[in-house]
């Protein structure tokens, strides 16, 4: 079992920033690939970011790239999501997920656990 506790969310202006952090307890952080996945209201849980079990590969959504800066810190347990420039689009509950592979991932299908959340709100 994997147990995944986001934060950092908040309110936020349009082109600001926030670094959100991903907390795993459970199984060894350092082999599982991760996953940031957002949901807005009203629409589906989307792919974000990932990240590779030892962080050498990552992979963007086409509509953070250049904006969003995913990595991980294997000695602190912690998947981190630093997010620039932001948007009122972006605005979502952000999820962090961890799957039981080593290689980054893009579908919601290929991670097996989940944290609760943390709504970002960027405010136009």
């Known amino acids: 079992q994997v147990q995944l506790v986001e934060s950092g969310g908040g309110l936020v202006q349009a082109g600001g920033s926030l670094r959100l952090s991903c907390a795993a307890s459970g199984r060894t952080f350092s082999s599982s690939a991760m996953g940031w996945f957002r949901q807005a209201p009203g629409k589906e849980r989307e792919f974000v970011a990932a990240i590779s079990h030892l962080g050498v590969n990552t992979d963007y959504a086409d509509s953070v790239k250049g904006r969003f800066a995913v990595s991980r810190d294997n000695a602190k347990n912690t998947m981190y999501l630093q997010m620039s420039s932001l948007k009122a689009e972006d605005t979502a509950v952000y999820f962090c997920?961890?799957?039981?592979?080593?290689?980054?991932?893009?579908?919601?299908?290929?991670?097996?656990?989940w944290g609760q959340g943390t709504q970002v709100t960027v405010s136009s």
């Open positions: 997920a961890a799957r039981l592979g080593t290689a980054v991932a893009t579908s919601r299908e290929q991670y097996t656990y």
